[in-house]
């Protein structure tokens, strides 16, 4: 799976100053870097994980329930997936049909199409095997 762009909008006016922000991301290496400390480097990663389904812990200040997540993959066998996170509830865009998802009920069933993954004890697993190194 690779991710195409995340887009954050928030469900409040006065959380975001201009209301939704617009991530995309190359096909090859991306580097999430900043030289300061505390200007959401980890909050951008969490966010990532949260608009994939994941149950993700919220940051200091930031609850992830708060926005609503617009994240485009391409997944497997080179298909697109959009999938928009409001909440608990899972849109999925793919293949022209859209199919919902409660969460955290449905969250192996989700990754499973986007992953290409029919055995959903690995898909079960498979958080615990997303690489992300915060080497300073």
């Known amino acids: ?43 951008m990663l969490r966010m ?5 389904g994941y149950p993700i812990p919220n940051t ?3 609850r992830f329930s708060d926005y609503e ?6 997944g497997a066998n080179d298909e ?8 608990d509830y899972m849109e999925v865009l793919h293949n022209g049909v ?5 969460l955290p009920v449905e969250q192996n069933e989700l990754h499973a199409s986007i992953y290409g993954i029919t055995n ?8 615990g095997a997303f690489y992300v190194d915060q080497e300073k």
């Open 80 to 87: 697109i997936f959009v999938l928009t996170r409001n909440g």
């Open 98 to 102: 859209e199919e919902g998802f409660s």
């Open 48 to 52: 990532m994980m949260y608009a994939l």
């Open 1 to 43: 799976m690779r991710i195409v762009s995340l887009q954050v909008k928030a469900n409040q006016l006065n959380i975001l100053s201009d209301n939704q922000k617009l991530f995309s991301f190359t096909e090859n290496v991306n580097i999430i870097f900043s030289t300061k400390n505390s200007v959401g480097k980890t909050t």
């Open 60 to 62: 200091r200040g930031i």
């Open 120 to 127: 959903l004890e690995v898909v079960d697993n498979l958080l």
């Open 69 to 74: 997540t617009i994240l485009t993959v391409v």
